[in-house]
């Protein structure tokens, strides 16, 4: 008997009328709780069993024969919101005698195509379609400005109805003949098409393009949808011949446990994908159930995949035991869902359960929570969550104190115990390596132990970050110098004694080899632990000012907390607040402080990166600014200070902070195109500089994380070079505004154009095109397989200004992203050594015809043949120079 048989039986015999659970059966047979589980589940899809609602999960056997649910049953028994939806799209299909045409509405991302392919299977479930019927995607935007080759796309082509069409082409409604045309973003599709398309829907018939006599005759279902509303983007002879009008809701519009099912549904889907069982913490699932979504289930679904890879990478490289995701490992905007208010937590326990650790994912459709008595570290994530929270609403310590302390008590009480005997590491698991942290504890240990004294928590705290970073430095093959190493051995010889022993506790755990110049360092906290920090007021002073309403604050707050001290002092920097303003308060600040040490600024203002030469002079001491102002570039700073470092060496150490993560970074940094900006330049006063800059974000479209509007105020023309100069070190400056003529060769309008609205229309072309070369990088870097699709979208632009230059042409944007694509799997194909796809008809008469252009082109393919070592035959260059023969420029 085959064990699912034998689980049958016995929960036949078992479960009664209350039922019985997957453990209770598992023990009944000796067998392993989850193969149970699994084939309860099994049994559950199959109809033999039942499953019941609530803690713990009790099974029935079914009573007599269950009626299969459908496709749209399923959907609907998980997503409430859907029942409506459902319940038409049902009586559309099962309507006689052919169906009824749908038209899908909803947000972006909110599942319209997935709703249709399951409207499709729905129709094959229930035999008004074949097995092998066709699903057919038409996205009408992507020939939206090509009407001509949208309509031969969708009705077919005669032979010789336009330049092209060398031979009889059928459409897609030919080839979706007895199943489904789902015509996705049907706005896009022009009124002409539109025509062509309700007298298909009246009377089935419909022509090639270029055919006058013979009518063809199609069975499909045309599924429609749009994210606009159809009373003023569709034609009312169009919508009136589709008498199903479907709303799907947006993810904010779910409920919570939809949107739970969702969740799981996705991981379940990528389980099965990688064939494994995926761990994810309770906390990252409370992040996915709460962060703002703004791309709906669309952008739920792609970051629970990216997730997972990641997850999976790390499994693979790593030699992990499981895919495991926990939220300390999220992208921050997903881990911003876990701030939530108290009656969002209470959901959240509702859906999950108080005393689970983990929901476990697999290919068998069932979700599994268990409650894990091991690796107890993992009970800081909540405490992390609780800390945020609480310090978000500005409470006081001692408050924080008393509130996170019932909130534990209440939240894990089967943890509570072995948590009191642990040191409170929650907030640094944040930024350092748990694995780190563990080298750290038996660090304090071994050393309380030599030097005969306990060590305080600051200790431990700046050691676990140091250690961090020297680790990241010794990986990085980079050098680790202590210039102080020599006087530290003699004058800390106790100290520096036992730091040497510290040294072989990391490369025995850590599997590091530490140079003798990091004991120097090491040494330096067990001295400075006997010290009174709060005394030292000759420290360098560490001053923090951002932008926003408790950015700075929160940063120097974390610091301290983390450092054991108060020495870090944040300002914060309101977004209206003028730099002037922001200025007046710091000197404030250094005056009623009295401060007479030196100064290290971590900024995120330009304008405060020179304010430290004027602090020199008013307050006669020593400054330095960095801008930079992350968390851990303000422990770094504070660290460094409270261990009597000078200003200079704070500052070169903060800043190898910031080139760490850089050099962390360099491989996907390296593969991003600079982000653009568009400069104004004024002479009257930074203030008009920024109301033009609003002005344009008025006139002009684009997206704000490509493209930003910097506004400049003119000191002098030697200067606003000078700030070109470094804004070009970040960003493609893809045109200035200014009210006189500036040396340069970046594009230039004049501040009357602006004002005029004249110059719009030409921005935006610059805008439109720059934009699309950024978009096309990641697409070209999915189709090429030989060579490096990013650097090759460098060549390609290079390839192409050299052409519009020496032409005196601007390409059209949508013609701009044709040539791109097709000269980047030129370059592929010729590289990887395969043949011309198809020789250019005519190409003598056709260079004789174009021998301006072609010249122009094959000139400007040396530096394509030099780059990639290839030879341009001349059949491509005929192909590209048809490209920029085309009439539409701009």
């Given at each position: ?6 689980v049958?039986?016995?929960?036949k ?5 209350n ?23 099994r ?32 959907l ?11 319940k ?22 909110v ?14 479930e229930m ?42 082409k ?21 009124p ?7 007298n ?18 199609a ?46 549904q ?28 703004e ?24 030699d ?23 009656e ?50 500005g ?57 005969g ?35 530290i ?88 607040e ?8 710091v ?8 401060v ?29 600014s ?16 409270m ?67 910097i ?11 000078s ?39 030409k ?13 096309m ?29 020496e032409?005196d ?13 097709h000269i980047g ?6 590289k ?28 400007a ?17 005929c ?12």
């Open positions: 008997m085959k064990r699912i048989e034998a049958y039986e016995k929960l015999e078992l479960s009664g009328e039922g019985a659970s997957a453990i209770e059966i598992a023990d009944a047979l000796n067998l392993d709780r989850a193969n149970v589980s699994k084939d309860l589940n049994l559950c899809e199959e109809g033999k069993a039942v499953k019941g609602k609530g803690k713990p999960v009790l099974f029935t056997a079914a009573k007599g024969n269950k009626k299969e649910e459908t496709i749209l049953d399923k609907a028994s998980t997503n409430e919101s859907l029942i409506s939806a459902v038409q799209a049902k009586a559309a299909v099962l309507y006689p005698p052919k169906g009824l045409h749908m038209l899908i509405l909803g947000e972006t991302g599942g319209k195509s997935m709703f249709a392919g399951i409207i499709h299977r729905y129709a094959i035999k008004r379609m074949d097995e092998k019927s066709s699903f057919i995607t038409f996205n009408c935007a992507d020939y939206a400005n090509n009407p001509q080759l949208l309509l031969s796309q969708l009705f077919g082509a005669k032979k010789g109805a336009y330049t092209g069409a060398d031979a009889d059928p459409g897609l409604i030919e080839k979706a003949n007895g199943g489904i045309l789902f015509l996705d973003e049907v706005h896009r599709l022009l002409e098409g539109q025509e062509m398309f309700f298909f829907m009246d009377k089935g018939t419909f022509r090639r393009l270029g055919e006058t006599e013979a009518e063809r005759s069975s499909v279902l045309i599924v429609s949808a749009t994210t606009e509303n159809p009373d003023s983007t569709l034609l009312k002879t169009f919508t009136r011949r589709i008498p199903m009008i479907i709303r799907i809701p947006s993810l904010s519009e779910r409920s919570l446990e939809e949107r739970f099912n969702l969740i799981s996705f991981f379940r889907e990528e389980s099965s994908r990688l064939g494994r069982q995926i761990r994810v913490s309770v906390n990252s699932m409370r992040a996915f159930l709460s962060y703002h979504c791309s709906n289930v669309g952008q739920l679904r792609t970051d629970i995949q990216l997730v997972c890879a990641k997850a999976y990478a790390e499994f693979l490289s790593q992990k035991d499981e895919i495991e995701i926990s939220s300390l490992e999220l992208p921050q905007y997903i881990k911003q869902g876990l701030y939530m208010e108290t969002h937590r209470q959901l959240w326990n509702k859906l999950i359960g108080i005393n689970k650790r983990y929901c476990i994912f697999d290919e068998t459709k069932e979700t599994m929570l268990y409650d894990e008595e091991e690796n107890n570290e993992n009970i800081y994530e909540m405490i992390d969550l609780r800390v945020h929270e609480l310090r978000s609403k409470i006081s310590s001692n408050e924080l104190e008393e509130e996170m302390e019932r909130d534990i008590n209440d939240y894990f009480k089967s943890y509570i115990h072995s948590v009191n005997r642990k040191i409170d590491i929650s907030s640094l698991e944040n930024i350092i390596n748990p694995e780190i942290i563990g080298v750290v504890e038996e660090i304090i240990r071994f050393s309380g132990e030599s030097l004294r306990q060590l305080s928590e600051r200790v431990y705290y700046g050691m676990a970050v140091h250690i961090a970073n020297s680790i990241d430095r010794i990986r990085k093959n980079k050098k680790i110098i202590n210039p102080q190493l020599n006087k051995r003699t004058q800390y010889s106790r100290e520096f004694s036992t730091a040497l022993d510290c040294l072989k506790i990391i490369d025995r755990l850590l599997d590091v080899s530490m140079p003798i110049d990091e004991a120097g360092f090491l040494a330096m906290f067990f001295v400075y632990d006997e010290r009174d920090i709060e005394g030292q007021r000759k420290d360098v002073n560490i001053i923090v000012v951002a932008h926003g309403v408790s950015t700075a604050t929160s940063m120097a707050d974390t610091a301290n907390r983390l450092l054991g001290a108060k020495h870090a002092v944040g300002i914060n920097a309101p977004l209206e003028k730099p002037e303003q922001v200025i007046s308060r000197r404030e600040y250094l005056r009623e402080a009295n007479s040490s030196d100064i290290l600024f971590l900024v995120d203002m330009g304008s405060l990166t020179t304010f430290g030469k004027e602090v020199e002079q008013e307050f006669g001491v020593k400054t330095r960095l801008s930079l102002a992350s968390t851990l570039h303000v422990i770094e700073a504070t660290r460094k200070a261990m009597g470092y000078t200003l200079d060496e704070v500052y070169k150490d903060t800043y190898n902070v910031f080139s760490l993560i850089q050099n962390e970074l360099t491989e996907e940094a390296e593969e991003d195109i600079q982000k653009l900006a568009i400069v104004t330049v004024c002479t009257t006063g930074e203030g008009s500089a920024i109301a033009l800059k609003n002005m344009l974000f008025k006139q002009l479209q684009f997206d704000s994380s490509i493209l930003e509007i506004p400049l105020n003119l000191v002098g023309k030697e200067s606003i070079y700030r070109l100069r470094n804004i070009e070190k970040e960003y493609n400056i893809i045109c200035i505004v200014s009210s006189f003529k500036l040396n340069t060769k970046i594009p230039q309008f004049g501040l009357k154009e602006v004002l005029k609205n004249e110059a719009a229309e921005m935006q072309n610059l805008i439109d095109v720059e934009s699309t070369y950024i978009k990088g990641d697409t070209l870097a999915n189709m090429l397989s030989t060579i490096n699709g990013k650097e090759a979208l460098k060549d390609i632009k290079k390839f192409i200004r050299e052409i519009e230059n032409l042409i601007k390409m059209d944007t949508n013609i701009l992203i044709g040539v791109t694509f799997c030129m370059l592929d194909r010729i990887a050594g395969n043949k011309l796809l198809e020789e250019f008809e005519d190409k003598e008469k056709f260079i004789h015809e174009n021998k301006d252009i072609y010249n122009v082109v094959k000139k393919a040396e530096f394509l043949n030099e780059r990639y070592d290839i030879a341009v035959p001349d059949d491509e260059i192909y590209i120079v048809s490209f920029f023969n085309h009439k539409k420029y701009v």
